[in-house]
């Protein structure tokens, strides 16, 4: 089976999905038999390559001027496309105008049409122009939990292909117990304790409510805990900028915006806990990579959140801030109860892995063949 694949996310800047196809074409690789061949497109001249990227890599030429959706478009040429292959795997929701015999597309989530003013209104615009003309040219489409296989139904409720919820992973390599080794002169100047958020600072990740519920804390909690906030800077957060500078100023928080992916599961390893309050998602790596270095997780009762923490986790209403407040005051009050915690993370993480993501993508793949 010829299966070629859209790896153009995988341009700079990284994100979840550019993560995700990274990870998932290196297994395709790993693990390919003779009944597969796959073509990884990934550039304006039709490049066609046989071993996926070895890093998230950035364009030149002509590109850089367009919109994120008008370079999607045109960097799918006709000519690339004339050659025949017998799927197309589209893992960033929208399949393109091309048509092999099978298609199978990732949708990560719905955020765009259940919490439209998360998203920038180019972006709204594009999935709405786009999105429902293009989705039924899927013959099957993967979700990365039970949770947004259910809104498939929800959503899109003329769908008659497959629908198949497949988990994602993290790297193990990278998120692990031991992975502060090699950062003890970082370390040597941080808190010896801290507890950590990590995701864009942005309304959707709900850092506001975390940083009410937080100040709510009684003073000497404050003092031994600090609360370590890392994450790129996103939009509509002036007010989050705010709360958190407030903090900040009284030496209640530490603010370390994006930090390189090793330095991260190291700030893993070595938190007392993480705190996730996310409204939404459509899987949630940060509270799995936490897990994988045997960080507990406090984190949302909502959404995906429970699929990947199953009793690993502490849960919380996400819009309550006295709920947060309480958990945080439960968890920095009781050892036992957060080495309770920390005793169940490396088994549920364990459940998780991209070997076998990818398998269960190239099963479903040689159902086509």
């Keep these: 089976m010829k299966v070629v694949i859209n790896t153009t996310p995988l341009l700079k800047p990284a994100t979840g999905v550019g993560y995700y196809i990274y990870n998932l074409c290196r297994e395709f690789l790993r693990l390919s038999s003779p009944e597969f061949s796959f073509t990884f497109y990934y550039g304006w001249f039709s490049r066609r390559l046989y071993t996926p990227p070895d890093k998230f890599f950035s364009t030149k030429f002509f590109l850089k001027p367009f919109k994120a959706f008008l370079r999607r478009i045109f960097h799918f040429t006709s000519s690339f496309f004339s050659s025949s292959?017998?799927?197309?795997f589209e893992p960033n929701f929208i399949p393109l105008s091309f048509k092999p015999r099978w298609t199978v597309v990732t949708i990560h989530d719905f955020s765009f049409i259940r919490y439209p003013h998360w998203h920038p209104e180019e972006r709204i615009t594009y999935f709405y122009n786009y999105f429902f003309k293009n989705i039924y040219r899927a013959d099957a489409i993967i979700t990365p939990s039970r949770f947004i296989a259910e809104e498939v139904k929800e959503f899109i409720p003329n769908f008659t292909g497959k629908v198949v919820p497949i988990s994602l992973a993290c790297d193990t390599s990278i998120f692990?117990?031991?992975?502060?080794?090699?950062?003890e002169k970082f370390f040597s100047s941080f808190p010896k304790k801290y507890l950590l958020f990590t995701g864009t600072i942005e309304p959707r990740k709900n850092l506001s409510t975390l940083l009410q519920a937080y100040s709510l804390?009684?003073?000497?909690?404050k003092k031994e805990y600090p609360l370590v906030i890392v994450g790129a800077d996103g939009w509509k957060n002036s007010f989050i900028k705010e709360q958190l500078r407030a903090l900040i100023n009284k030496g209640e928080a530490i603010y370390l915006g994006y930090v390189p992916i090793k330095l991260l599961a190291a700030l893993y390893a070595k938190a007392y806990c993480l705190v996730y309050p996310s409204f939404y998602e459509g899987f949630g790596f940060p509270p799995l990579e936490a897990m994988s270095c045997g960080c507990p997780v406090i984190v949302s009762r909502v959404a995906s959140l429970p699929e990947v923490c199953g009793d690993a986790a502490l849960y919380v209403d996400p819009t309550q801030v006295e709920d947060l407040a309480s958990a945080l005051l439960k968890i920095l009050?009781?050892?036992e109860l957060r080495d309770s915690l920390a005793s169940k993370t490396l088994s549920r993480a364990s459940l998780f892995s991209w070997e076998n993501t990818a398998k269960?993508?190239?099963?479903l793949f040689s159902q086509f063949s």
């Design 217 to 221: 804390l009684p003073d000497s909690f």
């Design 85 to 88: 292959f017998d799927l197309y």
């Design 333 to 335: 009050s009781s050892t």
């Design 176 to 183: 692990h117990p031991q992975a502060a080794l090699g950062f």
């Design 360 to 363: 269960k993508h190239l099963s």
